[in-house]
Structures are given as C-alpha cells and as structure tokens.
C-alpha cells in the first residue's frame, strides 16, 4: 500500500544526545515536510524539501538537521542544541510542487526526552 | 509572513448543533487552502480542500468550507455535528509562491457531548 511511514513511534532520549526520526513515503511525492506538534500550537513547520538535494528551514529550525538524498526519504535529525525537543513530530509529503496536490501525513513519532 | 490563525482554541457543542470554525490567513496572492482533521489516536486526514472556482467546496463527512478572497477567510461548517466529530480540527495554507510552504493554523479542539 502507499503511504507514509515514520518510525519508531515511541522514542527516549537522553539530554545531551542527538536523535534521528525516520520518514519514508512511497507515493512518488516530490515534496516532503516536517512539523512539530505541541498542545495549543497547531503544527509548526521545521524544515522541507521540494527536490532531492534541497531543503529549506521553516519556521522553527534551530536544534534540527535534515537531509533529502533519496526522493522517498527525509530523515529529521534532532540536535542536543534544540532547547525543547519532547513533542509530537509529524512528517508530510505532497505531490508535484507546481501542481495543486494535499498533504498525507505519517502517524507521527513522539519524542520524548528523559 | 505568511501565517494561519483559527479563532476558536476549544469548542465544545451537543449533538446536532451547527458547527462554524473560523480561519483567516494572511497572505495577498493565489493559495490552496485545505481543513485537516485529527480523531483521537489517529492521523491527520483530509477533510476538504479549495484550489480555484466554486469558493463553496464540500469535503467528507457532511463538512463544507466557503473561501471568501476579500475577508481571507475559509471557514468550516457542519449543519449538525454528531459525538463522532469529536477531534482536533486544522486550517492550512499553501501559497502561490516557489517556496512550496505549508503553514498550518494552531487547531481548533472540538468536542461534541451525546
């Protein structure tokens, strides 16, 4: 079946140490998206990626890292610099970006750190 | 910058009553503009979607939004909710722009008592 998947669902992490949540979709979506989830804050967006090679931070990239070396992947990396890493974290993905085309979500990772 | 505000934080409504969630976005150019809906312990699925003509477009569920250009508003309505409606609702817009930006309102928490 197509979709997107996010692994794990549950993730520990101790402070000081970095983290890397894994998004993989097989919808052949050129665009991919990270957001973060907090109570009473909507959905934040972290970092996207319109192509392969090529990303842009959002409105609240600092203490992550991304990458997009495969058009199926966009792994968020988070960092012992981000401040306030325990949230709920969804990944999207979108068909052609010059069309018009919605979002699928994966089932999010919740981070929590202990 | 571009941003996404909904009015209503936490709505709370026996069923059959009508429902209106407010969204207003600000940003002066084309946009997609989409409702999102999360059920408890579930993903985030599309509700509707708007891209051009009709402003008036109707989603799954018996939800409806109406695109108004002029208030740059899309808000979201229901005739008659029911206790299966009960989730967490989001407005999102993506602009015209090379940016391929999806920027999400802070959600609006709905609960319907039996």
């Known amino acids: 079946d197509g979709g997107i998947t996010q692994s794990p669902k549950y993730l520990f992490r101790k402070e000081g140490q970095n983290v890397t949540l894994s998004c993989e979709q097989n919808?052949?979506?050129?665009?991919m998206y990270w957001y973060r989830q907090d109570p009473g804050q909507g959905l934040r967006l972290i970092y996207y990626s319109q192509i392969v090679n090529d990303f842009q931070k959002g409105d609240i990239a600092e203490g992550y890292s991304v990458s997009r070396e495969k058009k199926e992947s966009f792994p968020l990396t988070v960092t012992s610099a981000q401040k306030n890493p325990t949230a709920f974290y969804l990944c999207?993905?979108?068909?052609?970006?010059?069309?018009?085309?919605?979002?699928?979500f994966g089932q999010g990772t919740r981070l929590t750190v202990v | 910058a571009q941003s996404v505000s909904q009015h209503n934080h936490h709505v709370i409504l026996s069923e059959a009553a009508s429902l209106e969630l407010g969204c207003n976005y600000s940003y002066g150019g084309t946009v997609n503009l989409f409702w999102y809906v999360q059920y408890p312990g579930q993903h985030l699925q599309l509700l509707l979607k708007y891209f051009s003509g009709d402003p008036l477009v109707k989603g799954i569920k018996g939800f409806e939004a109406e695109f108004i250009k002029s208030k740059f508003s899309f808000n979201l309505r229901k005739p008659s909710v029911q206790w299966s409606d009960t989730a967490e609702y989001f407005c999102a817009v993506k602009t015209s722009s090379n940016t391929g930006k999806l920027i999400f309102g802070q959600g609006t928490t709905l609960q319907v008592k039996p």
């Open positions: 999207a993905s979108r068909g052609r970006t010059a069309m018009n085309t919605e979002a699928f």
């Open positions: 919808l052949n979506h050129d665009a």
